[in-house]
């Protein structure tokens, strides 16, 4: 059971290039997220879905797309990449744990680097 | 205000030592509350949850809840050196509409030493 998988693990772009970063998740989970992590800090949320072809913005958006085709994949878009989204990304998917709460369960992270 | 808030650290400890985390969160509406452990340049792991008020325990790990302080804290006992990393507090809130989106907390850096 590969759980949620991130492609790829690093990449660097130069600053106005443009890239998508994947996720797949083979749980049969209805919701899926993207966060990122500045370093010294916490996760920020920047997308979430909560099903094929649902798809709403979370706490830091701008400079970002998703779209959610199938329950199983949700990539993430960057357009004119900036150094600013210099950061680590990690895809997340979840599903209830029986208590009213979402248990979430997250792939191994992207690297991305802009300069 | 941050809407959740750790102390940063460092937090040093010795080795069997319990290390005491503590995290604070602004939103009254919080219903459940997450512990997570990231080791450095790894992804972040459940280690604890809680949704009441009171003590959960799961083998030296203990979460403690506080809606009325908003307050939530998690205790190490036995402290061990592979315990240290980056210890995240998550929140969300209860419903529907949460979709269970987590607010995450800036992380206590945590270091057991021998």
């Known amino acids: 059971n590969a759980g949620v998988t991130q492609t790829p693990k690093f990449r660097i772009l130069k600053i106005g290039q443009s890239m998508t970063l994947q996720c797949t998740q083979d749980m049969n989970h209805n919701y899926m997220y993207w966060y990122r992590q500045d370093p010294g800090m916490g996760l920020k949320l920047i997308y979430y879905?909560?099903?094929?072809?649902?798809?709403d913005k979370g706490e830091v958006p701008n400079g970002y797309n998703v779209s959610r085709s199938t329950t199983e994949d949700f990539p993430l878009r960057l357009e004119l990449a900036a150094p600013s989204q210099t950061s680590v990304y990690f895809c997340?998917?979840?599903?209830?744990?029986?208590?009213?709460?979402?248990?979430?369960?997250f792939g191994a992270g992207s690297r991305l680097t802009v300069l | 205000q941050k809407e959740v808030e750790q102390n940063s650290g460092p937090l040093s400890v010795p080795e069997g030592a319990i290390a005491s985390l503590n995290c604070t969160y602004s939103d009254r509406v919080s219903q459940s509350f997450f512990w997570y452990r990231q080791y450095s340049g790894k992804s972040p792991e459940l280690i604890m949850s809680i949704y009441s008020n009171g003590d959960k325990e799961d083998g030296r790990f203990t979460a403690q809840l506080n809606k009325a302080s908003q307050y939530v804290s998690l205790l190490i006992r036995d402290s061990q050196p592979s315990d240290s990393a980056t210890y995240l507090c998550?929140?969300?809130?209860?419903?529907?509409?949460?979709?269970?989106?987590?607010?995450f907390g800036q992380g206590t850096i945590l270091t057991v030493h021998p």
């Open positions: 997340a998917s979840s599903t209830p744990d029986g208590r009213g709460a979402n248990v979430l369960t």
């Open positions: 879905s909560v099903g094929a072809g649902i798809t």
């Open positions: 998550a929140v969300t809130r209860a419903g529907g509409t949460s979709y269970g989106k987590l607010t």
